[in-house]
């Protein structure tokens, strides 16, 4: 009842106005599965290949296609096997991890539809009541996100008392609108970047400044407590040549980083720090970790890049103590489970992640649900992140 009759793929629009992969699949009893393909801007050296487009679809059309024509979609390490055959590389490189992820999520979609449950439910969660992934959203950002603002890319609300997904959601668009009337009381004006923080023209010792009194404000209105994380997205700050973190005029020694970090996770009750440090740093990792582990989480996106063998490396050692979740960055969600799976058993936190050339796609939403997961990066505003948001509001109201 659950074989794949049929894979479509076509081009399709991004958050960012780039084209896109997206993946149709039919089953035999009729089951539709479509999903499509994000992009990352700030990308870790060692994510699975995302090629172009069109010549993914046309790889996948090629080789994959066939391969999955009467494979069983309710089996989804069946599915995404065959398209680890089908590619024949370790990272995609053939029919491209846009191509393989949007066709490994549209034939989870498609299995569930024939069961009739949502996709956390097939994907194996149990959504239980006043256990749900807090969401973290990005209310001012810069780095690769955004040009002539913040060197650090990502601060992000993280509304951590709050009593249900719902008042979650919108404190954190309560925080991104704070943010915005105190950049207008110090007369500061401020475009959006790629998924829709603010970017002023700030240092970013101002955008602390702004983004503690923006969460004090939301946190004295609802009543809960509403901190603030960071991704650093440090690899994009590191100058190998100079063995330097380059902020502007400023650099740091990767000893002056981690102390750096650390202070700023003692003076702003930081909740979550991503990618403090560069990619291939696990030794200073692991030494952030054991100085401030204990009171916030320190998670690794371009370090870990959701891949198992990168992950065990820094479980080994100490690095971080949790990790970042973007199925499109190993290129099926067979692989980020075995990424989850590995995380939980030795007592670090997954974070599931959007990118910042998003889609209305909300499978990350179920997948967050499913891998009973602490925090899901969606963003706060634009109808590609609230489509996220929405999600998880309705999976929550459903399983009431």
Known sequence: MTRITSVSLRRVLDSRGNATVEADVLTESGGFGRAAAPSGASTGEYE???RP????????????????????????????????????????????ANSAVAISMAAAKAAADVLGAP??????????????????????GGGEHAADATHIQEFLAAPVGAPSVSEAVFANAAVHAAVAEILEERGVPAAKGDEGAWAPAVSDAEAFEIVDEATDRVEDEVGFDVQFGLDVAAAE?????RDAYVYGDEERSPDEQVDYVADLVDEYDLAYVEDPLDENDYERFAELTERVG???LICGDDLFVTNVDRLQE???VGAANSILIKPNQIGTL?????????????????VISHRSGETEDTTIAHLAVATDAPFIKTGTVGGERTAKLNELIRIADDAV
């Open 48 to 50: 699975a290949v995302e």
């Open 53 to 96: 487009p069109g010549e993914a679809i046309a790889a996948a059309r090629e080789h994959a296609v066939p391969r999955l024509e009467g494979v069983y979609a309710g089996d989804q390490r069946s599915v995404d096997a065959a398209l680890r055959a089908a590619d024949g590389t370790e990272d995609f490189s053939e029919i491209g």
């Open 119 to 140: 996709l956390y439910q097939h994907l194996g969660g149990a959504f239980r009541g006043d256990n749900f992934p807090i969401p973290l959203g990005n209310v001012v």
């Open 237 to 241: 700050l590191y100058d190998a040549e």
């Open 294 to 296: 204990d009171r916030t």
């Open 314 to 316: 820094g479980i080994d």
């Open 334 to 350: 067979s692989d980020a489970f075995d990424a989850v799976e590995l995380a939980e058993r030795n007592g670090y936190g997954s």
